[in-house]
Structure formats: C-alpha cells, structure tokens
C-alpha cells in the first residue's frame, strides 16, 4: 500500500508564497518522476511541474519563473515552491508519483486547496 500525503495549501493574497510538500510513504521500492498537477473550477486538470528521479524540471509555461519544483529523495518527498501568486493559480493541487513496489503505478495525493485572493 502506497499513499501520497499534500500539504501546504491556503488562503493567501496575490503577491505571496506558498510552498507544498507531498510525502510518499509505504511499501516503496523506488520513486521515478514526481510531478504536480492543478484544476480549477469547472477546468480540466493540467500539468504543473513535474521532476525526474535525476532532478531534471520541466514546468507549464504559465508557471516558469514563479514556481520551483524539488524532491529530496531520502525523504520520499516533492516540493513545490510558490512565488508571486496570481488569483489564476487558485485550484486544487495534486501530486503524483511513479512508484515501483512489486510493479511500477502512478500513484496520486488527495489533493490541496490553494486560493488566492485580496
């Protein structure tokens, strides 16, 4: 059994930081790419930022400059470092991980509520 726990969401102003972590925990092997993901309302889910088990990044156009992505990998954890944020960043955010224990799934957190607003 795997899970993938978030946290680090909530309310801030446009304008401030916010910095999400995802802990994976269970009978994991190894972990492959990491990723976060986001939907808002009423919108289909889209790709954040995703990392490589090499630390390789690759973010969403609409993010670069602003959003950091990193993993420690003792720790079985992603992070997502969020700077200036707009009130368009409001969603929820996911993460998910490609994770080998007997085979290799993608597993997915629960989710995080981030919102910003004035």
């Known amino acids: 059994q795997v899970q993938l726990v978030e946290s680090g969401g909530g309310l801030v102003q446009p304008g401030e930081s916010l910095r999400l972590s995802c802990a994976a925990s269970g009978s994991i092997v190894s972990i492959y790419g990491m990723g976060w993901y986001r939907q808002a309302p009423g919108k289909q889910r889209e790709l954040v930022a995703i990392?490589?088990?090499?630390?390789?990044?690759n973010y969403a156009d609409s993010v670069k400059g602003r959003f950091t992505i990193s993993r420690d990998n003792a720790k079985n954890t992603v992070y997502l470092q969020m700077n200036s944020l707009k009130p368009e960043d409001t969603a929820v955010y996911y993460c998910d991980a490609d994770i080998r224990t007997v085979g290799v799934k993608t597993y997915w957190g629960q989710g995080t509520q981030v919102t910003v607003s004035s």
């Open positions: 990392i490589s088990s090499g630390g390789s990044t």
